[in-house]
């Protein structure tokens, strides 16, 4: 009986079954942590693989300080010691094991009442030594009590070094981690805010975004407690070796000749997993990216009710990811079989042999072979527990290749460098000298062709030409956001490459058509152009650009949040703030891209006038829409094919009927005769000579505009109409703060994964095996040692013999269950991501455009929720119930087996479990709160880094690159502090809780994840709620509608609005930029409902219709399009997102939209891929592309907001020709710049504050001699 008790001291493996913590590393945490980031290491070229690999495991620490260095090694000293420390434990426990023998055999001989003990000796009655059959004395009178008395107090010396070295280890290596992570974080960063323009056309934001939070996190799981892991698992590999040899070298040497297997596969694992995961992580960026772009683009997706394709399209990655990470877990399952049940073979032979050693030879003591057994196989196992730290290397060295390319790559253009001239004086000649240009992403299309120019100091030069023309582009190698292929571009006869990048662009001040503003305040986009300004400046600026009225007509004026991209301010407001952050800056030379476009006729004037004193003694290029901001120019030059073809003054170029003639021309004859004298001089001065925008970095929307959160302007102070008082303060961020987020019950989480409920039971089937390895292993293990107390050495023999078989046995069934748990918990868990993910951004994309507009949820959060919320969820099941299982089999039986043996050294056992549990669940309840915490805090700066890149031309032409990565750095403090509270708190309790933080992450990730699928959105898209009727003719009346949007309650946008139109009818808006024209659309599409009021479609009420069947007759063209990245083709076929448009039709609809002829000189064609939002083209490709997309619709009701604003002359014509006839027998709600637009319309409905205040068509309203006849005879565009 005393024999078996040795079980109660034996140690057992480091986790109770192998697939628990280390299979958990392998295939979902290290997974997991992986999402959305693309790295080098998916080519499929071999080359490109090792490449992809080539940065070295030691270059992870280039950004270690000396403090670092301390740290990691006194780190690394803890964790040596804390490996040597179980090796030390083997050598105590093999002398314990010879005691308990020794003690053994004296109770079994002195049984015999022949024999006594005397003077620790054992005797015959008769007096004579008693001597077994080998001859030898047997020595009597062990003193078990104070021998084991002295081995625990050795355990408790080891254990308390233990417990300072691993809290130690774990410590300094994280908070080093964190400093180095948090550095580099800051370099790259910083480094992405220096590259040129063309870099960002070639890598797409939310990939650098994704770099920036996954690839770097990858960087940190490589230099983080994974190294003291690693240095502990070595040590304690390196130390059972030399206890073994210590102990006897044969047996020694016979393992050893074995666990070379065990190497080989940790080794074989490490590569496959790391190239499975370059392959799962490629799937998981473009998930990403999709994500991304449809949750950014929003408005367009709705209203063209591309939900489901979407959906589908993100769901298609996923499904991809999904397979290389079934893959990658039944690879991982195979290995660790693989290597367990070589361990079990292992045991089988060495106990064999090491029999043989004892009983045969006599070179062992069974004390000696427990030591050298368990040495070597404390080595071999440490061995392979390294194999999850290599693979977390592998991957933090795949992740460091494009990170450290970007830090370590020389900008062709650094913004931050201090090289290059300064002029000390400044006088303003511009001159191009035979300029080549094509843009960095589509080398074969050259947009500029030997183009030589000069813009003279202190002149007013005007370009004029086509669309694609190459007018915009100009102005971006001036900015020097390219440099040309050949040629050069001077200034003051000097190259703009000799000087200072910075200095250059501080001359320049910009005003764009469509004009980027961050998510501050208005007084801090202002300035943005130029530091250290007073309020006094930003004042006076305001009045200049003629902004002060409707900035001091809001709640918080200049302290009002603008919204992500400006999305809280009409058009109108978003061009003001934009033009006196310009003109802010004083600068030396003047670009203006369209920069009145978006006003209405008042504020156009006196901003027009503003900007006509401002021009002053300053170099002008300036690219208008209007011919009354050209003609005084006092040069226009015309553009054709990416060349100056014409140069002269209005009246010269008139005379010479080239191209600016041709324009001019063109946009004359469709003057209407009947109205000419009325409006001659107004249609003259709406002439529109467009331009290329290759610079837009615009949030997606149906239109910018429609975006706005306001609407109430002003006509002019002539026509008794108050002036724009619009717009309404950002909802209070505390309130999205202060909300507390209770973790989700696992009940719920585990609900999820119930369709998977074979592949859980077969993976529980296989952890549960798994679990009873280790209690059988220890009964088997006890037997052996009870029989060397056996005196009959045949008997001895036989029973290891068969022991041996049995280990065997076990190994088989290791290899089986090891597999089986790996394969069925890595399909479940990766099933179970996929539907998470899927329903999620199903769940988004059905909330109502309302929940969008709160800042909480602007794309780049959504985008980051996606990505992290469902991988974290997966760890609260999948390889965590094998965890569980396997450990809870594991107790149960161990705890059955213990009782047998010995129910009272069990219960002082079981008294310690308490404490286990406590430091556990504390752990757990202290990391719940600092992983709120750190996500919230790694959002923000995720906002920033987002905002930053999206944004980078305007940030780059104000100069502004150094504020926010000053910004993004003070983001990044709160998490670093965060990190270091968690390892303090956290670390000390052990790694018994090894799985406490993933799991406290899972659960806070769930519960918002549970939140967004519970949230019912507002305004349902379901195909099954709601009326849907066949004869569907377009009747629209607007019945008393009043309306405030839900981020801004105080603000009414629509007020009381009352108007009809009839099927086939088309009815016009105008009224001055933010009166509500553009809401009403909003409000027909059902993006939101009237809050008092109705609108009536066909004569039902449009909150009863179903919103798929509505938005389906609805076609729309807006100002600003969005525009997928994917080819031309795509992006009309997504104009019917019901049935699959076939070629034919994008080609007719492409000749009616007048695009057909410009895709066909493309190398590409209709295969051409459009950009990131369409960047690869210009504003007016981009339109047509729009038009194409709702002519394949076939609407029933079309909405044309500012249709044709973007396009040239020529064009105008053309595609306003194929829109009237695309309006024939359609209902059609028209919102213009141009009189030529909507003077035709049925009804014209004059807008402003919210209401209609008067309507009629064109002769009814000039006749009345209202509101609408003095817009009209004002001479500027209508809206």
């Known amino acids: 009986m005393h024999g078996r008790r040795v079980l109660s001291f034996l140690p057992t493996k480091k986790n109770p079954a192998p697939a628990g913590d280390d299979e958990g590393r392998i295939s979902p945490a290290s997974k997991e942590s992986l999402i959305y980031f693309s790295i080098d290491l998916v080519s499929g070229a071999d080359k490109e693989k090792k490449k992809a690999l080539s940065v070295g495991y030691f270059q992870l620490f280039r950004y270690a300080t000396g403090k670092d260095t301390v740290m990691m090694v006194v780190g690394g000293l803890c964790a040596f010691i804390q490996g040597v420390a179980l090796p030390l434990m083997l050598i105590v426990f093999g002398q314990m094991t010879n005691i308990f023998v020794e003690y053994q055999l004296e109770i079994d001989t002195l049984q015999d009442p022949s024999k006594e003990c005397s003077n620790n000796t054992i005797y015959w009655k008769n007096g004579s030594i008693y001597e077994p059959a080998e001859n030898s004395t047997v020595y009597c009178g062990v003193d078990i009590e104070s021998k084991l008395t002295i081995f625990a107090y050795y355990y408790a010396g080891i254990g308390v070094v233990v417990l300072f070295t691993s809290y130690f280890q774990i410590f300094f290596w994280v908070s080093s981690a964190t400093r180095q992570i948090d550095r580099m974080r800051k370099a790259y960063f910083r480094k992405v805010m220096r590259m040129e323009i063309g870099w960002f056309d070639c890598n797409s934001v939310g990939e650098l975004n994704t770099r920036m939070t996954d690839g770097i996190n990858k960087i940190n799981n490589a230099i983080a407690d994974q190294v003291s892991t690693f240095i502990e698992r070595i040590s304690a590999f390196v130390g059972g070796f030399m206890v073994g040899f210590i102990g006897g070298w044969k047996l020694t040497m016979v393992v050893i000749a074995v666990s070379p297997l065990i190497g080989v596969a940790a080794g074989l694992m490490a590569v496959a997993v790391s190239r499975l995961t370059g392959q799962e992580l490629s799937s998981y960026a473009k998930a990403g990216a999709v994500a991304d772009e449809v949750l950014t683009s929003i408005r367009t997706v709705a209203a063209f009710g591309g939900e489901k394709k979407e959906t589908e399209r993100y769901d298609k990655n996923l499904e991809e990811a999904q397979t290389w990470g079934v893959k990658k877990g039944a690879v991982v399952g195979i290995f660790l079989g693989f290597m367990w049940s070589i361990i079990f073979f292992c045991y089988a032979l060495a106990f064999w042999y090491g029999a043989q050693l004892v009983i045969d030879t006599k070179e062992l003591t069974p004390g000696t072979l427990i030591q050298v057994f368990f040495g070597v196989l404390t080595a071999a196992i440490n061995l392979g527990q390294a194999s999850p730290c290599l693979e977390a290397f ?209 504020s156009e004037a006196v901003v027009q006038e503003a900007l006509d004193k401002v021009r002053m003694g300053r170099t002008t290029i300036s690219i208008a829409h209007r011919l009354s901001t050209i003609k005084n120019a006092d040069i226009i030059i015309g553009f054709e094919h990416g060349q100056a073809v014409e140069r002269g003054t209005h009246t010269e170029l008139i005379e010479r009927q080239g191209v600016y003639f041709t324009l001019v021309t063109l946009q004359s004859q469709g003057t209407s005769n009947k109205s000419k004298d009325a409006i001659s001089e107004a249609h003259e001065d709406a002439i529109h000579l467009n331009s290329l925008s290759c610079t837009s970095s615009q949030r997606g929307s149906v239109r910018l505009r429609s975006e706005s959160k306001l609407s109430i302007h002003a006509l002019s102070e002539s026509l008794n109409i108050p002036s724009d008082s619009e717009f309404i303060p950002e909802k209070e961020s505390e309130d999205v703060a202060d909300e507390h987020v209770e973790p989700a019950p696992v009940a719920r989480i585990l609900k999820y994964n119930k369709p998977e409920w074979p592949y859980m039971l077969m993976g529980s089937i296989g952890a549960a095996i798994n679990g009873f390895v280790t209690p059988v292993y220890a009964i088997l293990f006890s037997h052996i040692l009870g029989t060397f107390s056996i005196a009959d050495l045949n008997q001895q023999r036989e029973q290891i013999n068969g022991i041996c078989v049995l280990f065997c046995i076990v190994a088989v069934a290791s290899f089986f269950s090891q597999f089986l748990q790996g394969y069925s918990f890595a399909k479940s868990g990766e099933l179970l991501t996929r539907r998470l993910r899927k329903v999620g951004f199903q769940a988004m994309l059905s909330q109502e455009i309302g929940f969008f507009d709160d800042p909480s949820n602007n794309p780049g959060v959504l985008t980051t929720r996606l990505a992290s919320d469902a991988s974290m969820v997966q760890r609260a099941t999948g390889s965590q119930i094998g965890m569980i299982v396997s450990s809870l089999t594991c107790i149960g039986a161990s705890f059955i087996i213990a009782f047998i043996y010995s129910w009272k050294l069990t219960l002082v056992i079981m008294c310690f479990l308490p404490l286990l549990g406590l430091s556990g669940a504390f752990q757990a309840k202290m990391l719940t709160g600092f992983a709120n915490e750190d996500r919230e805090s790694m959002e923000e700066a995720g906002q920033v880094s987002s905002e930053a890149l999206s944004n980078i031309r305007t940030i780059a032409g104000l100069n502004k690159e150094t504020f926010f990565v000053e910004s993004y750095e003070q983001k990044l403090e709160l998490p670093f502090r965060v990190i270091l509270v968690v390892v303090m708190s956290g670390t000390a309790m052990g790694k018994a809780s090894s799985f406490t933080p993933d799991y406290a992450k899972a659960k806070i990730a769930a519960a918002q994840f549970f939140k967004l699928l519970d949230r019912i959105p507002k305004i349902s898209t379901s195909h099954a709620v709601g009326e849907k009727w066949d004869n569907f003719k377009g009747e629209i009346q607007f019945l008393n509608c009043n309306f405030t949007y839900p981020t801004r309650p105080d603000v009414q946008v629509l007020n009381g609005l009352v108007v009809s139109v009839k099927p086939g009818q088309t009815l016009a808006f ?210």
């Open 394 to 602: 592998s991957s933090g060295r795949a992740s460091a290749k494009n990170i450290f390319d970007t830090i370590d790559r020389k900008p062709e253009m650094d913004c931050f460098s201090e090289e290059g001239h300064k002029l000390d004086k400044v006088k303003g000649d511009i001159e191009f000298h035979n300029v080549t240009f094509s843009y960095p992403s589509r080398p074969e299309v050259e947009i500029l062709n030997d183009l030589s120019m000069q813009v003279k100091a202190g002149e007013t030069t005007a370009f004029v030409g086509p669309s694609g023309s190459g007018k915009s582009t100009t102005i971006q190698l001036f900015q020097r956001f390219y440099d040309p292929k050949r040629g050069m571009v001077t200034l003051d006869g000097h190259d703009i490459r000799t000087l200072n990048t910075q200095w250059l662009r501080s001359l320049i001040g910009i005003v764009e058509q469509e004009p980027a503003l961050f998510a501050t305040t208005i007084a801090e986009n202002i300035k943005f152009g130029r530091p250290g300004v007073t309020m006094e400046d930003i004042i006076q600026a305001t009045k200049e650009a003629n902004a002060y009225n409707f900035i001091m007509a809001l709640p918080q004026k200049f302290d009002t949040m603008v919204g992500e991209g400006g999305g809280q301010m009409s058009g109108g407001q978003k061009q003001r703030i934009a033009i006196a952050r310009a003109l802010i800056r004083n600068p030396r030379i003047l670009l203006l891209d369209m920069a009145t476009s978006a006003l209405d006729n008042v």
């Open 1070 to 1279: 105008v009224g001055s930029s933010g009166c509500g024209k553009s809401t009403s659309v909003q409000l027909l599409e059902r993006f939101y409902d009237p809050d008092q009021g109705r609108v009536l479609i066909d004569g039902r009420p449009s909150q009863n219709v179903n919103v798929p069947f509505l938005r389906s007759q609805i076609g729309i063209v807006s100002q600003e399009p969005v525009l997928f990245g994917c080819s031309i083709a795509e992006n009309i076929q997504y104009g019917n997102n019901t049935c699959c448009v076939s070629m034919e039709e994008i080609v007719e609809a492409s000749k009616k939209a007048y695009l057909h002829d410009f895709v066909m000189t493309l190398p590409q064609k209709y295969e051409t891929q459009v950009g990131t939002q369409g960047s690869q083209l210009s504003r007016g490709q981009k339109q047509r592309i729009a038009i194409a997309r709702a002519i394949v619709r076939n609407p029933k009701i079309l909405l044309l907001d500012e249709a044709t604003s973007a396009l040239d002359t020529e064009s105008e014509q053309i595609v306003q020709s194929a829109l009237d006839e695309v309006r024939k027998g359609r209902t059609c709600i028209v919102i213009a710049h141009r009189l030529s637009s909507i003077q035709y319309a049925d009804i014209i409905a004059v807008m402003s504050n919210g209401a209609v205040i008067e309507q009629g068509t064109h002769d009814t309203l000039m006749a009345k001699k209202g509101a609408y006849f003095n817009l009209v005879t004002t001479g500027a565009p209508i809206s």
